[in-house]
């Protein structure tokens, strides 16, 4: 009997011994699992960078997520409005799509995108001048030329921008850039919806610094147009948007902030380009 309750003494003895570490070791996974839905998300991603253009951008998101491009078309626009910065986001909005076709390699709506785009353009005083590129680029299109077209409508698109500036329209060309950034990021953002990954969240507004760089370049507007009521959908999302993004205590991306985000996006897309 007393080598029995020896050899219980030391066993209680030992677990007793071990309580400690394993204490520790329970309150430090209590405590990342603290910091990793309350505290600091460290993890935070960047998909964005300043050398990207929409194009890489959305070229960048198919990697990352199995995007059915077709589905994520949209309707057209209407017939193009009087009003010159509307119809210079909607422009913007437009040569978005055509990242987005290319993307979807689909030879008949690149075609139809490209007479939308042509329309807007003549708006904007641009139609004989962009009219030919547009034409040739429907044509590389319906030959399946896609790898040539991809740096062919990036280069179409700088060239609009300056274009726009040659004819002293600088504040259409920043509405013309932001246009195509924001149909971007609209089309990203429904992709990142989809998504179960809490780490490629971010994904859906690449970087805070993308919406940075976006309030900014609408800042560089005329006073007229940047107070002007058109314009203050565009500027409240993007404002709202870089607050929410950028706060370093919220923790990891929820799927309702994505959801929302997406929501945002869509709704001054379709307020600006689709009315």
């Known amino acids: 009997m007393n080598a029995a309750f020896h050899q219980l003494l030391m066993r ?8 400690p570490g394993v204490f520790a070791q329970e309150l430090a996974a209590t405590q990342d699992s603290i ?50 910065n509307k119809a210079a986001f909607t422009l913007g909005s437009l040569i978005g799509e055509s990242f987005l076709i290319w993307e979807a390699q689909d030879s008949q709506q690149f075609r ?22 547009l034409m040739a680029q429907a044509k590389m299109a319906e030959m399946g030329d896609w790898a040539s077209l991809r740096q062919e409508i990036v280069d179409g698109h700088q060239e609009l921008l300056r274009q726009l500036r040659e004819q002293r329209d600088e ?8 246009g195509a950034w924001m149909r971007a990021l609209e089309i990203v953002s429904k992709l990142v919806v989809e998504l179960p990954e809490v780490d490629k969240r971010p994904l ?18 005329s006073e007229l147009n940047r107070r002007g009521l058109l314009l203050q959908p565009v500027i409240s999302v993007l404002t709202e948007l870089e607050k929410v993004w950028s706060d370093r205590q919220s923790g990891p ?8 985000t997406h929501d945002q996006l869509k709704r001054v897309m379709e307020e600006l380009t689709l009315k």
């Open 204 to 221: 859906c507004i690449g970087s805070p610094a993308l919406l940075a760089q976006l309030r900014q370049s609408f800042a560089s507007l």
């Open 35 to 84: 910091a990793a839905s309350a505290g600091e998300f460290v993890n935070r991603a960047a998909f964005w960078t300043a050398e990207q253009t929409p194009l890489d951008f959305l070229e960048m998101a198919g990697q990352h997520a199995k995007a059915r491009w077709r589905t994520l078309y949209r309707r057209q626009p209407p017939v193009p409005s009087m009003d010159r």
């Open 12 to 19: 209680l003895a030992v677990a007793l011994a071990l309580v």
């Open 112 to 133: 139809n995108n490209s007479q939308e785009m042509a329309n807007y353009c003549r708006t904007l005083g641009l139609g004989e001048k962009t009219k030919p590129r």
């Open 253 to 260: 991306p929820t799927q309702s902030m994505v959801t929302r």
């Open 171 to 178: 504040d259409l060309a920043v509405l013309v850039e932001i």
